[in-house]
């Protein structure tokens, strides 16, 4: 009997994740660690400036407050992929990401650069110089992404699991840029103890909104009904710009 009972329950748990999502509250919320966007604390809350836009998209929809699952990025941007009902944050929106998901916009804006130290004194004139140095990005961010197409040859690439580990490699002069959010690096980087007057930028490559993810297979009325929500959110007089000034975060 209690084996027929622990049979229905992971039936039904399979059912729930693969039936289509109906309402906000029936999604899975994934995030990886991107101070200052989202990140889980030193006492194990879920915070950051994204975290804040979902709450109020919560409120302003009527839905209580969900869980929010923490993975590296790479792992929570393939099960917003593959698994139905999953929402992923913060996500660069890029053309080669266009049609892997579907989109909530924005929670801010961003541009994608190459940073280097100072004390390298590194000058380059055109994309192409910077193909010479050696460069950091994080697996599967958009700053990988970037590299990859302005096809930077992959032995001069190093990849890292973590935004951390990336900066450090940096800092400790192991490689010479690093491929990243603007807005997330900045901040990082003050909090790691670094001067940012040690530190350029070498390089634009590009500049994407930043969103909420949805895995390809969601609701398109859901979508809207979020994005509803989302746009109510930046409506609201002085709520994001009080945000901005939270995280010490200039996204536009």
Same mark, same amino acid.
């Given at each position: ?10 039936? @039904?748990?399979? !059912?729930?994740? +693969? ?60 099960? *917003? ?13 890029? @053309? ?15 541009? /994608? ?14 994309? +192409? ?12 961010? /958009? ?10 040859? +992959?032995?001069?690439? $190093? ?6 580990? *990336? ?14 959010? $603007? ?22 490559? $590009? ?5 909420? *993810? !949805? ?10 009904? !979020?994005?509803?929500? @989302? ?6 007089? +002085? ?11 200039? @996204?536009?």
């Amino acid at each position: 009997m209690k084996a027929s009972k622990y049979i229905v329950c992971i039936f @039904l748990s399979l !059912f729930c994740l +693969n039936s289509p999502a109906k309402t906000i509250a029936d999604l899975v919320y994934v995030i990886d660690q991107f101070e200052p966007y989202n990140y889980r604390a030193a006492d194990g809350s879920i915070q950051g400036f994204a975290v804040d836009i979902l709450n109020q998209v919560w409120l302003l929809s009527g839905t209580a407050a969900q869980t929010i699952q923490v993975y590296p990025w790479a792992r929570g941007y393939k099960l *917003a992929q593959k698994q139905k009902n999953t929402l992923l944050f913060s996500t660069t929106r890029s @053309l080669s990401r266009e049609h892997q998901f579907k989109w909530a916009c924005p929670i801010g804006n961003t541009r /994608i650069v190459l940073i280097a130290r100072r004390s390298k004194n590194i000058k380059i004139q055109t994309i +192409n110089d910077a193909k010479k140095y050696k460069t950091v990005a994080i697996m599967s961010d /958009i700053g990988h992404q970037m590299l990859q197409k302005n096809h930077f040859d +992959n032995t001069k690439i $190093e990849l890292s699991n973590s935004l951390d580990n *990336a900066l450090i490699m940096l800092t400790k002069g192991r490689v010479d840029f690093i491929s990243i959010s $603007e807005s997330i690096a900045l901040p990082k980087l003050v909090k790691m103890g670094e001067s940012l007057k040690n530190y350029q930028i070498v390089w634009v490559l $590009e500049e994407f909104p930043i969103c909420f *993810a !949805f895995n390809p297979e969601t609701d398109d009325a859901l979508v809207k009904m !979020f994005q509803e929500a @989302l746009d109510e959110v930046h409506e609201t007089p +002085n709520f994001v710009q009080a945000l901005k000034q939270k995280y010490h975060l200039v @996204l536009e």
